[in-house]
């Protein structure tokens, strides 16, 4: 495709833009917007917050049943319709599509004391689960264990074991434990482990040496152990006394294990008024599970979509906004797993789902380092409600920094116990890790705003906590989030005009993401492919209005007909290697089941089922694109077989989302989904 193509488009749209641009609220009417904006509070949500930061909500726990009736409660009590906790079988043997469910977990001690070597001294405590319960890895087993402790380093090969005795012994590790426990168990007879794992690398990584990092080991793994997770700074003093040849001895007490269980997924609705439409839903979202504090990850986003569902019930009640079309629902599950075995086990509720709004991570204060996002979809399922939550971010934008600025705004959406600075939400491409994927996995196709902090450098660990929670970002994340689902149940013809001039301004982005990834590309041939599968991408993104409009007019093609026309020129621009390979090979399509991403939480359903077909790890595993790694390009792989596209045009795609990559890497993928039984050819 040649360059000017995208100038072309650019040029389409610059004289429809302002239509939007110069409304004064996005979307909605000034009166609905004024009313979210005033209802709304902060303050409620971050209470809630409080109440269930005390928990800790580990699947299938007592922390985790508390704190799915602290939800149900208050759904009831703000008066949501259908309140229940549904519950699904955790038994570690139950399927549900690609999620092997993994068995509840509790815990009622984990003591981590040093022996003093001298008669009459006191022992020293390390770690106690009863103080803090993320200093207990989940999965750990019970046992009562009095033994040494040997340095190491990372514990993850054979040569940080080599010229140590480990058997009878703890071992004092800096990676996961879940990552540690096989090797240092089963192979060096190790009898428990201290982890001192780091969070997640941000450029805060390491600086505070007090952080403790909530842990895991394998559910499924047949070597049972426990572990406990301590600070930096504790395991610095461990290791200093160790390197000058001191003996530790520790003595650890814990009494935890798992158990079959069930996933329960709290639900609420505010049914929808239509007769015939109210059986299409628009859905909220967050994950209920996490160590205590879990304040922004994610109590944030829980009690923020609860504090959604109380302000819509509250308004809709008292007549202030109308009664959507469609139907409302809330969702609290536990993260992904929860997600799967809800929408496999109740296929009908997944059938009604048209949208959903994901919160996780939203109320990350200053002290957070926090950035808030509003993130779209992946390339593999185009739709314009990301757009719509962009909208009304981009109004809060606006209007926070106009207060910010000058002291005064129509809507400045601050809480009287938050913060005053601006929004600054970014609007990202797609990235992965939480419930989003599962919506958005091709088994389900369900559009899904994904709204969330990143970076976040106290996250999973017990800094987490609610101090550091922003009412005003609460308020903020909610307004976004109310405003978009009500917009989506109210959605029909009549809101179609305000959709094509979000759906303009989208286009008008692409082109500038094209030029963007040109620039970084080294050959022709892969810009020219990213341009033209990027062009492409326009169809489906103008047909995606039609999940939630019949559009009996055809408005979207009168009004979209210029970027038709461009569409249709561009195979012009396919590369002559591409050419040469479209039509050598049938297209392939995913298979009806299982449903579900195929790595998912504490299990990987395509490391399973290839290490018991003999399969080789897939390169593209472990592949680096210049904007995307292996589990995302195998994400999308999946995703793209959708029985039209072969290996060469699957390949394309990634390769327009996350960069180019050889082709032979992506056959040699879809070849051992095929293997398995997750794809097949179409003939």
Not at 55 to 75: I, T, Y
Not at 345 to 372: N, S, Y
Not at 395 to 422: C, D, I, M, R
Request: charged share 25%; aromatic share 8%.
């Amino acid at each position: 495709m040649k360059r000017a193509g995208v100038v072309v488009i650019a040029a389409t749209f610059v004289g429809a833009l302002p239509s939007i641009a110069q409304q004064r609220t996005p979307l909605l009417g000034e009166k609905d917007v004024a009313a979210l904006a005033n209802e709304l509070s902060g303050e409620t949500a971050k209470r809630n917050l409080e109440g269930l930061a005390r928990l800790h909500r580990q699947r299938g726990s007592a922390g985790f049943h508390a704190a799915a009736e602290l939800v149900a409660e208050r759904a009831l009590a703000y008066g949501l319709s259908d309140v229940a906790i549904l519950q699904f079988p955790a038994d570690g043997k139950t399927f549900y599509g690609t999620q092997r469910s993994r068995p509840g977990w509790d815990a009622e001690e984990g003591e981590l004391e040093e022996v003093r070597a001298k008669s009459g001294e006191t022992n020293v405590k390390i770690a106690s689960y009863r103080a803090m319960p993320i200093v207990l890895a989940e999965d750990s087993e019970s046992a009562e264990v009095t033994a040494e402790l040997v340095d190491v380093g990372e514990g993850t090969k054979d040569s940080d074991y080599a010229g140590k005795d480990i058997r009878g012994r703890m071992v004092l590790v800096s990676a996961q434990p879940g990552a540690v426990q096989d090797l240092a168990m089963a192979r060096f007879g190790a009898v428990g482990i201290v982890s001192y794992a780091q969070n997640q690398k941000t450029a805060w990584w390491g600086e505070n040496e007090n952080l403790i990092r909530w842990g895991h080991l394998e559910t499924f793994s047949a070597n049972k152990t426990f572990a406990f997770m301590v600070s930096l700074k504790t395991a610095r003093g461990l290791r200093e006394r160790l390197g000058r040849g001191e003996t530790i001895r520790l003595h650890a007490v814990v009494k935890a294990g798992q158990h079959a269980s069930n996933y329960e997924v709290v639900t609420a609705t505010i049914p929808g008024a239509d007769a015939k439409l109210k059986e299409e839903e628009i859905a909220f979202s967050c994950h209920l599970d996490h160590q205590r504090p879990g304040a922004n990850d994610n109590a944030s986003g829980c009690l923020t979509i609860l504090e959604v569902a109380r302000t819509l019930q509250k308004l809709i009640g008292e007549g202030k906004l109308a009664r959507p079309a469609r139907t409302i629902r809330f969702f609290w599950p536990p993260e992904i797993e929860g997600t799967l075995a809800l929408l496999n086990g109740k296929p009908e509720l997944a059938r009604r789902i048209k949208a959903a709004v994901h919160m996780d991570m939203v109320g990350g204060g200053p002290a957070t380092k926090a950035v808030f996002h509003v993130t779209r979809g992946p390339m593999s399922l185009p739709s314009f409600v990301h757009d719509v939550a962009w909208a009304f971010a981009e109004f809060v934008n606006e209007q926070s920094y106009k207060f910010a600025a000058t002291g005064s705004a129509e809507h400045p959406l601050v809480a009287p116990e938050g913060g005053k600075e601006p929004l600054r939400a970014e609007y990202s491409a797609y990235t992965m890790g939480s419930d989003h994927d599962v919506y958005q996995d091709s088994s389900f196709g369900i559009p899904a705003i994904y709204l969330n902090d990143w970076p976040d450098r106290y996250i999973h660990t017990n800094f987490d906590a609610a101090a550091n929670i922003d009412t005003t970002k609460l308020k903020r994340a909610a307004f976004i989030g109310a405003a978009s689902g009500y917009f989506l149940a109210t959605m029909g013809d009549d809101k179609l005009q305000a959709v094509l001039d979000l759906v303009q301004m989208r286009t008008l982005r692409t082109a500038e993401e094209i030029r963007w990834k040109r620039a970084q590309v080294t050959t022709p041939c892969d810009g020219g492919e990213i341009e033209r599968f990027e062009m492409e991408q326009v169809r489906p993104f103008v047909e995606s209005v039609t999940r939630l409009t019949p559009d009996t007019l055809q408005i979207r093609w009168v009004r979209m007909g210029k970027i038709a026309a461009n569409i249709e020129n561009n195979s012009e621009g396919r590369c002559v290697q591409t050419r040469l390979t479209i039509g050598r090979n049938e297209p392939f399509r995913r298979r009806a089941e299982p449903k579900g991403p195929l790595v998912v939480f504490g299990y990987d359903y395509f490391a399973e089922h290839a290490k018991a077909a003999g399969i080789a790890t897939p390169k593209l595993l472990t592949y680096e694109g210049l904007w995307g790694s292996g589990e995302e390009y195998a994400y999308e792989v999946l995703n793209f077989a959708d029985g039209r596209r072969n290996s060469q045009e699957i390949r394309d795609a990634v390769s327009a989302e996350y960069g180019p990559v050889p082709l032979d890497l992506v056959e040699e993928y879809l070849q051992a989904l095929e293997k398995i039984g997750v794809v097949e050819r179409v003939k």
